[in-house]
Structures are given as structure tokens and as C-alpha cells.
């Protein structure tokens, strides 16, 4: 069973047959979705670099959603306040490795799937999902939710705060919306340009063992890809980053403010992820096909489960 496993494994690294035989229908069924001038802009960048940067304005238009989202997460600050501040406590606590706890996730470990609420409408916008689904080429499945509260701290890196690569999958893209102004003090995410699957960087950095996990350093990480062409993503309120998170990245490292950010995780449908949410009972019904597929359980076999017509009228 265990050699059994090791071939799957290997196998799924395979881009031919990570996406032709275990993404085979959200491939096959995928028909492009329709972008903007700026959300076309945005695709480009992640192509080319594994990391784009764009704001509420520019790619969602002047909506509602993100002032809902803000106030969401100002109420949710504000209720917490005291458990935010014992957790504040505990950030530059170095003898955690594993736990992070210089990061709050306001919504838990493992949140609950609700499409109805912000938290899901936010990733299932059409402008968001066009170009996660274009970047994929397949429909991609939302596999995680949460706010991130990132506390200022006085240790030296550790952790998400050092160079790594996501392992979830060959594409992983994570869309970030910045709630708080993010500068060089906030910890910003920083990304090693071109080394997504579709980069041409190719070498791996040398690391080290943090735990059981692999983390590079800035000297290793600057072997690999030069200082001067990392992607810092400072931006003020509103900013939005899709990032392929299987290329390289650190982020959150506050010196002198907080981070506090909205984000959200795709994969391809076949990942082998863990299951970050708490699902509903049903996997809930859409007249589209993207959504859909977003928010279907894991364990849903695509190819049964969405109708003819749909697989027919996915454009």
C-alpha cells in the first residue's frame, strides 16, 4: 500500500497527469471566463511572476462588498478584543515553533463553509474566480477561508515568516485583501518572482529544518533569485494580491504595526489538501458551473455529480 501511495505521489507531480487524469473534468469541462481590462492585467502578472497586485476599486468596481467585509471584521476585532490582547502576549513566544503564535485566525483553525456569508461571497466573486479559474485552466475548488490578525513582534523570523513553498498542490493560488494598511513594518508578503510551476526558475534554495519543515533564510532564498527582484506587496487598505503560493514566499514578519488581511485558498479539485473547513451537510447548488465546483466537498466526484447541461454550457 505504501509503494502504491509513493507512485500516486509521484505521479501527481506530473503536470500531464495532475491535470489529465486526476483534474480530468474540471479540465476538460472548462470553458475561459470572461475578464476585465484590469482583471486580463492581473492574469498576466500571475502568469509571468506567480504574484499580482490590483485593489477593490480596480478589479471589483465601486461595490459594496468590501465595506462589508471591513465592517465584518471590525465588529469581530472589536467583540474579541480581550482574547486579542492575551493572544498579543504570547507572539514573541520562540519555544511555539508550529503553533504561530504571533497570527490570530479570527475565524478558527477550521471555519465553517457558509456561502451565504461574507467571508465565501468575497471568494466567489466572478472577478476573483475568473481569474483563479484562468490561471488554473480548469475550475479550481475553494479549499480555505479565514482573517488573518498578524501582531507586531521583537523575535527574529521563524516560522511562515521565512522562505517556503505551499505543498497542497502544483498550482495554489491565495488571494489576499488587505484590511489594514500594509508597509515594510506590517510584514509584508514577499515572493520569489518565477519560481511557480510556471516560472522559469527551476533551482531550490537552500534550507534548513525548522521542526520538520523546510525554511530557507534571505542569504539562501537571494542564491536562488537576487534581493533586488523580490515582490514586496505594500499596499494600503483595499489592495488585493492573488500570489501562487506554491512558488516561493514569507510574509508577516510585523516590526512596527500590525497585518490584518482577508484571504482566501484555491487548488485544483484533485488536491490532496488538508480540509480546512467544516462543510455543510450538502454541497450547497449554484446555476454556474464555477461556483460549483468552488464550493464542492472534496470527496465529490466531479464527473458524476454536475449535471450534463452544465458540462455542456460551462461558458
Known amino acids: 500500500m505504501q509503494i502504491l501511495r509513493s507512485i500516486a505521489l509521484r505521479a501527481r507531480r506530473n503536470e500531464l497527469l495532475w491535470r489529465y487524469a486526476f483534474n480530468f473534468a474540471p479540465t476538460m469541462a472548462y470553458r475561459r471566463m470572461a475578464l476585465s481590462n484590469e482583471g486580463e492585467r492581473v492574469l498576466q502578472g500571475l502568469n509571468r511572476d506567480g504574484i499580482a497586485m490590483t485593489s477593490v476599486s480596480a478589479l471589483l468596481g465601486e461595490c459594496s462588498l468590501f465595506d462589508e467585509l471591513a465592517f465584518t471584521v471590525e465588529r469581530m476585532e472589536r467583540e474579541r478584543a480581550g482574547n486579542l490582547a492575551l493572544a498579543r502576549g504570547g507572539a514573541d513566544n520562540v519555544d511555539s515553533i508550529g503553533t504561530k503564535r504571533f497570527l490570530v485566525q479570527l475565524l478558527g483553525d477550521r471555519p465553517s463553509l457558509e456561502v451565504g456569508s461574507i467571508f465565501a461571497r468575497v471568494a466567489l466573486r466572478h472577478e476573483i474566480l475568473a481569474v483563479v479559474n484562468n490561471y488554473f485552466n480548469m475550475y479550481a475548488r475553494l479549499r480555505d477561508y479565514n482573517i488573518w490578525h498578524n501582531f507586531v513582534t521583537s523575535t527574529a523570523p521563524r516560522e511562515s515568516q521565512l522562505w517556503h513553498r505551499d505543498r497542497e498542490d502544483l498550482f495554489i493560488v491565495k488571494v489576499f485583501v488587505y484590511l489594514s494598511d500594509v508597509d515594510e513594518q506590517a510584514g509584508p508578503l514577499t515572493y520569489a518572482p518565477g519560481t511557480h510551476r510556471k516560472g522559469p526558475v527551476r533551482q531550490t534554495p537552500e534550507s534548513f529544518d525548522e521542526k520538520g519543515v523546510k525554511r530557507s533564510s534571505d542569504i539562501q532564498m537571494a542564491k536562488v533569485v537576487a534581493a533586488e527582484r523580490w515582490i514586496r506587496v505594500i499596499g494600503s487598505r483595499g489592495t488585493i494580491v492573488f500570489a501562487d503560493t506554491h512558488g516561493y514566499h514569507k510574509g508577516g514578519h510585523a516590526t512596527g504595526r500590525d497585518r490584518i488581511l482577508y484571504n482566501c485558498m484555491f487548488t485544483s479539485p484533485a488536491s490532496e489538501s488538508k480540509e480546512w ?17 468552488a464550493v464542492a466537498s472534496p470527496r465529490t466526484r466531479l464527473w458524476l455529480t454536475l449535471p450534463a447541461p452544465m458540462l455542456r454550457n460551462s461558458g
Not at 473547513?277 to 465546483?293: K, N
Request: proline share 12%; charged share 25%.
Open 277 to 293: 473547513f467544516i462543510r455543510p451537510s450538502s454541497s450547497p447548488g449554484f446555476d454556474d458551473v464555477a461556483r460549483t465546483v
